[in-house]
């Protein structure tokens, strides 16, 4: 089954931690992305990948850093020096830029 | 500044009516919009999309219209559903913009839907 998979659901951290999400795709998309919602917030995009070892911020990524070592594999890290990390992380890939997107299920990291 | 505007936070509709969902954009370059439902505490999934060279876009109990001069579109469901009932995200792009942000998806903020049986 082809899809995107985020590990693990719940992730709880202390503050001052970074913490990694993983995100896995085997649908061979060339392009992926990072995005977090919080309530009355929508969708805002953190980082965006179009091609292997190639990233570009987006919208907010001030306190996150991604790798993109492998076409299927986009980790995001949230690191110390991002303000308010308590938010519902999701992952996304597609063929390429413009097309539609597919999402996985989303990690909700809480940190105190 | 947001490009891609759902006024509605909300929508509560009778099972078996039509549930309209509003959605506005300021960015005249875009030219593909995608209209996403999400389930809380799951990913959204692609509902349904339109190119600015149609104004409307059918499937199934979905339609998408678009208002290009308006610079509006609009998502009917019909008859509505007790499962309809999530957050609707409407985005917008414009694929040309190659390597540019507006390639990327924007997203308006989201409506959420109730059906009520």
């Known amino acids: 089954d082809g899809g995107i998979t985020q590990s693990p659901k719940y992730l709880f951290r202390k503050e001052g931690q970074n913490v990694t999400l993983s995100c896995e795709q085997n649908?061979?998309?060339?392009?992926m992305y990072w995005y977090r919602q919080d309530p009355g917030q929508g969708l805002r995009l953190i980082y965006y990948?179009?091609?292997?070892?190639?990233?570009q911020k987006g919208d907010i990524a001030e306190g996150y850093s991604v790798s993109r070592e492998k076409k299927e594999s986009f980790p995001l890290t949230v690191t110390s020096a991002q303000k308010n990390p308590t938010a519902f992380y999701l992952c996304?890939?597609?063929?390429?830029?413009?097309?539609?997107?597919?999402f996985g299920p989303g990690t909700r990291l809480t940190v105190t | 500044d947001q490009q891609v505007k759902q006024n509605s936070p909300s929508l509560s509709v009778q099972e078996g009516r039509i549930s309209i969902l509003n959605c506005d954009y300021t960015n005249s370059m875009f030219d593909y919009f995608l209209w996403y439902k999400k389930y809380p505490a799951e990913g959204p999934t692609f509902l349904i999309s339109i190119s600015s060279i149609k104004d409307k876009n059918e499937d199934g109990r979905f339609t998408v219209f678009l208002n290009k001069s308006a610079k509006h579109l609009s998502l009917h469901i019909v008859p509505s559903q007790p499962g309809d009932s999530a957050v609707y995200f409407c985005?917008?792009?414009?694929?040309?913009?190659?390597?540019?942000?507006?390639?990327?998806?924007?997203f308006g903020k989201g409506t959420k839907l109730s059906v009520k049986p």
């Open positions: 985005a917008a792009t414009n694929p040309m913009n190659y390597g540019g942000s507006q390639g990327n998806l924007i």
């Open positions: 990948s179009q091609i292997v070892n190639d990233f």
């Open positions: 996304a890939s597609s063929t390429g830029h413009g097309a539609e997107q597919y």
């Open positions: 649908l061979n998309h060339d392009a």
